[in-house]
């Protein structure tokens, strides 16, 4: 997960930090219309035109950070997550922003989404699909995600309990 700083200006708004070298995957579907001549039409076969010779890596990269920030939207219930408030950098981690819907905090009051955290089809296509070793190591980087959330547990309801 990637740290940003948040300048709080009033009760209802703050600056965040730019956070350079990213694109909302939103802005990129956009991109990849306009650039139909290259076949680009889902983030798999972005991935293999943009990062090329380090495919795999940023592929690892993505599995890594989603993982995290999945775990991340479970605990907190962390709502609000369309493809505008999830940004990919230059190595392919995937990067949430946008946390001010939390816990039983709507977007417009409105309960929309059931799921606890986003893994989409084309998440999991651009992990080479449900049966790969890619897949199983983002299950397993969410399992012991997990198990270090229970060993830590106490600190973290400290933290929920501040907030």
Do not use: C
């Not at 993982?67 to 939207?73: K, L, N, T, V």
């Amino acid at each position: 997960m990637r740290p940003y700083e948040i300048f709080i200006t009033s009760a209802s708004s703050a600056m965040i930090e730019f956070v350079p070298d990213t694109i909302s995957v939103h802005h990129l579907k956009k991109k990849m219309i306009d650039l139909k001549y290259f076949k680009l039409t889902n983030l798999h076969q972005f991935y293999r035109w943009y990062f090329h010779e380090k495919f795999e890596e940023a592929q690892y990269n993505f599995i890594r950070s989603l993982a995290a920030y999945s775990i991340f939207s479970y605990l907190f219930a962390i709502k609000d997550r369309h493809n505008g408030n999830i940004m990919i950098d230059r190595s392919g981690h995937i990067i949430h922003i946008d946390f001010g819907f939390m816990f039983q905090n709507y977007p417009g009051g409105v309960n929309f989404e059931s799921a606890p955290f986003k893994l989409t089809q084309e998440y999991i296509d651009l992990m080479d699909g449900p049966e790969s070793d890619k897949f199983e190591l983002f299950k397993s980087l969410i399992v012991r995600g997990l198990i270090e959330v229970r060993n830590n547990l106490d600190d973290l309801l400290s933290f929920i309990t501040i907030m």
